[in-house]
């Protein structure tokens, strides 16, 4: 009766502390460049190392520009930032994938693709969206600094075990309705509190059915919800993704790896704390309205009026439409933008830029609309020009810019100028994500596709 999150946690228990947390073992710690300096500080504080060395990854990803990576970095406190992760890595002996090597981009993208992040592991990393990495079947989330500093020391963290939840999605998915659509949809229907205290098993026919890229956009948006993580049971599409990997096993090694994998599922009889089904028909490509990932809409819906907000969040909802510039009631179809950026840990794989070349290729981008195309890793930017991507992409006039987390936070040079509106594929559309004063819609790559040809929010259905 024990469901696939207890399997994994439960053999990663090192001890139950009485009326308190359980100490977890933890096979993986990623880190990068913002969120590990006080952590490596204090371990030289204490005089100590990394317990695991080994299982520890790091590479700069939030701080990189995304042009002249060849060239030392303009802003001091991104070049600080990047420089003192490198000098850690060499006095603690981590791997480092450093920026501007063929290993580095963006760690939620890298991990997945190296085949660092396997099924029935525990993973973490200083940032939220490690919730990214369950698609391979793993029970990963993002921790604080000092939890960094712990795990790096002990190689475990203590942790109080979420609650359950099972969200199964029923039927196959429409015409252009991708896997980012339907994280929206969910996290437009539970909040972005609805998952609060939860671990979120996904599955059902359009879970079954959804690429390895598509899982990993899901799962990454699970944190947007309020989850604290978000995993997929690892089946054959898993198997085919993670064969042959850089760090996947191999041999005879992987033949009992793919052994022990299989048995990592919920059983048939177990019990959620909680369980939510959905059908596939009633999602449709999606769009944000607000300033948070649950203010979305199916993108040929008004947004809402204020008679049919409760009364307890109205003032945050005229709040947040005074700030988007956007009137309850308002169509947002045909509405005009400024910019376009596909990439982030969210959308920044090799599928996403597949999807978004399809809809352009015998197109052309329209001239009021400034497009940010950035892969999420180097291996993508390869893979995107063997493909020949590269070409359709710039026949419509985009530009493929270097590896990093790029305009998906304001931490590093491409940042949406105050005002200006931007259909972005990344995970947040708070007040100031992509820079002071921009204003942010978060769209799956299709649609971000058909709206930079039209130089308005487009449906890409009708391309």
Not at 451 to 459: E, L
Request: negative net charge; contains cysteine.
């Amino acid at each position: 009766m024990n469901t696939l999150f207890d399997k994994i946690w439960d053999k990663h228990v090192v001890q139950i502390i009485e009326d308190g947390p359980t100490q977890l073992y933890i096979d993986r710690l990623y880190c990068h460049e913002v969120t590990s300096p006080q952590a490596f500080a204090g371990l030289k504080a204490r005089g100590l190392k990394c317990f695991r060395p080994q299982q520890i990854f790091c590479m700069p990803d939030h701080n990189t520009p995304t042009h002249d990576q060849d060239k030392p970095i303009e802003d001091p406190v991104s070049k600080k930032q990047v420089d003192v992760l490198s000098q850690n890595c060499e006095y603690f002996g981590l791997t480092h994938f450093a920026m501007n090597t063929p290993d580095n981009g963006i760690i939620h993208v890298v991990g997945p693709e190296k085949g660092l992040s396997l099924p029935g592991m525990t993973i973490v990393c200083g940032d939220s969206h490690t919730s990214t990495h369950g698609a391979v079947g793993a029970v990963a989330f993002g921790i604080g600094t000092s939890e960094v500093e712990m795990t790096m020391a002990s190689q475990c963290i203590l942790q109080q075990k979420p609650k359950s939840m099972r969200i199964t999605i029923n039927g196959s998915l429409g015409k252009c309705v991708s896997a980012k659509d339907v994280a929206l949809f969910l996290i437009a229907r539970l909040t972005t509190s609805g998952a609060t205290g939860y671990f979120v098993e996904y599955a059902g026919q359009v879970i079954r059915e959804m690429s390895m890229e598509g899982r990993l956009t899901l799962c990454n948006l699970s944190i947007e919800m309020g989850a604290r993580g978000g995993f997929i049971a690892p089946d054959e599409t898993t198997f085919a993704y993670l064969k042959g990997r850089e760090y996947a096993p191999k041999g005879e090694e992987w033949d009992k790896a793919v052994a022990y994998w299989k048995t990592l599922k919920s059983d048939d009889d177990a019990v959620f704390d909680k369980e939510l089904t959905f059908d596939a028909d009633e999602i449709e490509p999606r769009i944000t309205f607000g300033t948070n990932p649950g203010m979305g809409i199916g993108i040929g819906e008004n947004i809402p009026t204020l008679d049919m907000i409760d009364k307890t969040g109205q003032a945050s909802f005229i709040k947040s439409l005074r700030y988007m510039g956007f009137t309850p009631g308002e169509k947002l179809l045909g509405h005009p933008i400024d910019y376009v950026f596909l990439g982030a840990c969210t959308n920044g794989r090799v599928e996403d830029f597949r999807m978004f070349a399809n809809i352009v290729k015998g197109h052309h981008k329209a001239e009021n609309v400034t497009a940010w195309l950035v892969p999420g890793s180097w291996a993508v930017d390869k893979q995107i020009c063997e493909e020949g991507l590269d070409k359709i992409l710039k026949e419509a006039g985009f530009e493929i810019r270097q590896p990093g987390c790029s305009a998906c936070l304001a931490m590093n040079d491409d940042k949406v100028p105050s005002g200006k509106l931007c259909l972005s594929t990344s995970n947040r559309n708070f007040e100031g994500r992509q820079g002071p004063g921009s204003r942010t819609i978060l769209v799956s790559p299709l649609v971000a596709a058909a709206s930079a040809i039209a130089g308005v929010i487009a449906d890409p259905r009708l391309c």
